[in-house]
């Protein structure tokens, strides 16, 4: 589960919990319906941030962005200039 639909749930278990006056529909409790939603948004955001949140943070990369090209090399790069290797 990615942080997004943890997220989600969260905010549909709230307001599933506590935004509808209305408490049961045909057996159906909607104040355990957003009770359960909630549990599960918090379970997956718990589970997110122990397992993925330490990968999402090694993917940055560790060097710097290469320099801006100079005039000549963009004139060079444009014109398909080989002396540059860039095309």
Do not use: C, Q
Not at 25 to 52: F, S
């Amino acid at each position: 589960m990615k942080i997004g639909a943890a997220l989600v749930l969260l905010a549909i278990g709230a307001i599933l919990r506590f935004a509808i006056a209305t408490t049961e529909t045909h057996g159906i409790n909607v104040r355990v319906v957003g009770d359960i939603l909630m549990v599960v948004g918090v379970v997956g955001l718990i589970i997110w941030l122990i397992v993925w949140a330490p990968w999402a943070r090694s993917r940055r990369s560790p060097y710097p962005p290469p320099p801006p090209l100079d005039e000549e090399e963009r004139t060079a790069a444009y014109r398909g200039d080989e002396r540059y290797g860039r095309y």
